[in-house]
């Protein structure tokens, strides 16, 4: 895979509306001041690295390993859940994991996934 693979989904891969809920919902706070104009609300946005727990003690700290982003939303004609952007760069071992979870969704004490832990 490309190093910098990113790639841009405009359209929902089922039918083709460009409509996506969460963003909507995003855009009347927009309409209303509540919201920066930049910020897009998302279903969920996921960040991490790829790393096997088993073999993770070998790679050696600062090593590059592969790291993702996932940003998803739901399609409001047909109601299916797809990516719309899905990116790949490179992370460094040692650095804290980066993770963001979308609010409500995390659980009361049970830790954010860390894919650099040795649990
Ligand atoms: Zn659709």
Avoid at 44 to 54: A, C, F, L, T
């Amino acid at each position: 895979m490309d190093k910098d693979f990113h790639r841009e989904f405009k359209k929902c891969p089922a039918c083709g509306s460009e409509n996506r809920f969460l963003e909507e919902l995003g855009n009347e706070l927009k309409e209303r001041g509540l919201a920066r104009e930049e910020w897009i609300m998302h279903l969920d946005v996921r960040e991490g690295h790829v790393v096997d727990q088993v073999k993770e003690a070998a790679i050696p700290i600062g090593s590059d390993v592969p790291a993702f982003g996932i940003i998803t939303d739901v399609c409001m004609d047909c109601g299916c859940i797809y990516a719309g952007v899905l990116q790949r760069r490179d992370a460094k071992k040692g650095l804290p994991p980066v993770g963001k979870m979308p609010p409500g969704t995390s659980q009361k004490g049970k830790p954010l996934i860390n894919p650099f832990s040795s649990s």
